[in-house]
Nanobody, 126 residues
Framework: QVQLVESGGGLVPPGGSVILSCQPS????????MGWFRQAPGKEREFVGA????????VEGDSVRDRLIMSRDNTKNTVYLQLKFLKPEDTALYYC???????????????????WGQGIQVTVSS
């Protein structure tokens, strides 16, 4: 079982940026395909982005296209999400997720991720 912990959320002004981090709890490597999703109140969980095991390839969701930077540092067991030019509609609970280790490809489907963090709130407001 992999437990993931997100950090870095909070209140951000419109036009600003936020960097979220995701790490496994305990001494565990996360050489998995990793994804980020978000969910606003009353809305379905939405794909934000995903990154391959080595970080060589990323994919971003339509709503964050051209505003998202995803990266990972496997030596630190950490995956990062940077979202720029934030809008009020970016306000949501952001989750990181991992696919089981035998999967090599990213996915935009939340049901294809096996491990999830508890989520961290990002609020975009002045």
């Amino acid at each position: 079982q992999v437990q993931l912990v997100e950090s870095g959320g909070g209140l951000v002004p419109p036009g600003g940026s936020v960097i979220l981090s995701c790490q496994p709890s305990g001494r565990r490597e996360i050489t998995y395909v990793m994804g980020w999703f978000r969910q606003a109140p009353g809305k379905e969980r939405e794909f934000v982005g995903a990154i391959t095991k080595t970080g060589s390839d990323t994919v971003e969701g339509d709503s964050v296209r051209d505003r998202l930077i995803m990266s990972r540092d496997n030596t630190k067991n950490t995956v990062y999400l940077q979202l720029k030019f934030l809008k009020p509609e970016d306000t949501a609970l952001y989750y990181c997720a991992a696919r089981s280790s035998h999967f090599a490809f990213t996915s935009e489907v939340p049901q294809q991720y096996d491990y999830w963090g508890q989520g961290i709130q990002v609020t975009v407001s002045s």
